[in-house]
């Protein structure tokens, strides 16, 4: 049982507190993805994408729900999936979206090799959070649209967003419809690599600024080695927590989601951007979801944490 300590009401931008202990639903729309991912050490075949988000859901103590699009080769993976405690909606395509993931020069270099028609959003019944977490353009604004209406809280990671190919190699493209999306989004989650292409600024402050002034709620970005930026109207800047890193894939997944359901259940920025950053240092450790932490290890680590910071975390 999850104690949900805030209650998120979005037409007014405020929590009220109360405590309240129930199992707490999660959505996230996206593709699972079929991965190759290469390091210097390791190739291997795995299957990710919306997975990594579906299972932090689920380790986390929430009713975890996928909705995504793919076809027959997902089929294992699903049962394994819901062997997790996770359910899929998965609507039928001809193809599935497969990413090959390249670390052996450092940073992620990717091939995509196949991907899906739009998914169609087919949720009726309201949920607590909702996760928007695109692969390659199988999410858009119209999507995006009709989840805003079906859940207290919603987050979006860009990354499938500003995503686009040339000769199989993905490439960015700007944010376009930034401005239309932005203003229906709680927490927005942004990735190093795509800070540049959902804004023509250059720092990382301006870019957070100039974000929220479009609309969006708490604003998080990802920046590797160095930690993650969160601004809500005061900025937070996090280091990672130290650890051996085995694939980065994935990492970023599963801070987005934990940091939307961790502040959905406290209200509290600082303590979720903790929270996430202590969730995410698990799936490095090793290849694919292996390594997706439960509730009470992420726990121990985001005291490790919090216990480290120089400021206190106000509870």
């Known amino acids: 049982m999850i104690s949900l300590v805030g209650k998120f009401f979005t037409s007014t931008n405020r929590f009220i507190f109360i405590v309240v202990n129930q199992i707490m639903n999660f959505l996230v729309v996206g593709n699972i993805t079929k991965d190759l991912i290469r390091t210097r050490d390791k190739e291997q075949y795995s299957f990710g994408g919306t997975s990594y988000s579906g299972i932090t859901a689920a380790q986390l103590g929430y009713q975890s729900r996928i ?3 793919g076809n027959n080769e997902l089929s294992e993976w699903i049962k394994y ?11 039928p395509d001809r193809n599935v979206t497969f990413f090959v993931n390249d670390y052996t020069a450092g940073e ?4 995509l090799l196949g991907y899906t028609q739009k998914i169609d959003f087919t949720v009726e019944d309201k949920t607590d959070v909702i996760h928007i977490d695109p692969k390659f353009q199988e999410v858009g604004p119209e999507l995006i649209r009709k989840a805003r209406k079906k859940c207290d809280l919603l987050s979006l990671d860009v990354q499938g967003l500003v995503r686009d190919t040339k000769d199989n190699h993905v490439i960015g493209k700007f944010w376009s419809d930034r401005e239309e999306i932005l203003p229906l989004v709680d927490v927005l989650k942004v990735g190093k690599p795509e ?33 993650s930026l969160v601004y809500d109207g005061e900025f937070y800047e996090l280091p ?3 650890t051996k890193t085995v694939d980065k894939t994935g990492a970023g997944d599963t801070y987005g989601t934990s940091l939307a359901l961790r502040y959905y259940e406290t209200g509290n920025v600082l303590d979720s951007a903790l929270f996430a950053t202590a969730a995410a240092s698990f799936v490095v450790e090793d290849f694919g979801t292996r390594k ?11 005291e490790i944490l919090k216990k480290s910071m120089s400021y206190r975390i106000s509870l």
């Open 81 to 91: 999936l819901h062997d997790m405690g996770v359910t899929v909606s998965l609507q």
């Open 108 to 111: 992620r270099r990717q091939l």
């Open 195 to 227: 800070t540049s292409l959902v804004s023509r600024l250059r720092d990382y402050k301006k870019i957070c600024e100039e974000l929220r002034a479009m609309g969006a709620g708490i604003i998080a970005l990802t920046l590797g080695n160095n930690g």
């Open 240 to 242: 990672i927590f130290k």
């Open 67 to 69: 909705l995504s699009r």
């Open 292 to 302: 997706i932490a439960r509730r009470q290890d992420v726990n121990a680590r985001y």
